[in-house]
């Protein structure tokens, strides 16, 4: 017998490859036997939302965070994916009580801040998308530094690299 996160995995990467009802079959069974599962309720509830079953994603959503507050899991992609589907309803302060939560969990999560960002875009509020997009950016470069650091090297070609300047404030001579 296959194990659950196995069937689970199966679904996460339907739905990545855009087989939502693949997935959504999946994760219905799935919720049918586990009914009280706040990841199973989330994953189907964000299958929901990419299906433009707004309420039923939201009815989904919603259950998966209670679920998972009441356990005590922290899980921000849940948090995020609610406070999308809200935000697509007009549900605005809704929205962006779940986008803050979100951030609460996962303050540099680049995918949040600009969809954040885009619900004050459409709210009419340009300042506040702005400080949040200029956030995603500043956020996204970290992640790719962090991960990528030789990305941070540039030399034109044909050009000496770049010196540096020693911490004593002297030339460098190298």
């Not at 939502?20 to 989330?42: C, M, S, T, V, W």
């Not at 939201?58 to 899991?73: K, R």
């Not at 929205?95 to 999560?109: G, I, K, S, V």
Request: charged share 25%; aromatic share 6%; hydrophobic share 35%.
């Amino acid at each position: 017998m296959r194990e659950v996160r196995d069937i689970v995995q199966e679904g996460v990467d339907h739905f990545h490859a855009g087989q939502l009802d693949k997935a959504e079959f999946i994760f219905d069974r799935l919720a049918a036997k586990y009914p009280n599962d706040g990841l199973i309720q989330g994953y189907l509830g964000s299958v929901a939302s990419k299906a433009g079953k707004h309420g039923t994603a939201i009815s989904l959503l919603s259950s998966a965070v209670t679920t998972m507050l009441s356990e005590g899991t922290k899980f921000p992609g849940m948090w995020s994916n609610l406070a999308s589907v809200l935000k697509r309803e007009g549900h605005t302060k809704e929205a962006e009580a779940a986008f803050l939560q979100a951030l609460e969990y996962d303050p540099e999560n680049v995918h949040t801040l600009s969809n954040y960002s885009g619900m004050w875009i459409n709210a009419g509020q340009p300042e506040k998308a702005e400080a949040l997009a200029r956030e995603a950016s500043r956020c996204h470069e970290k992640n790719l530094v962090e991960k990528e650091p030789q990305l941070l090297v540039l030399e034109i070609e044909g050009q000496p690299p770049l010196t540096t300047t020693p911490a004593d404030g002297g030339d460098d001579q190298s």
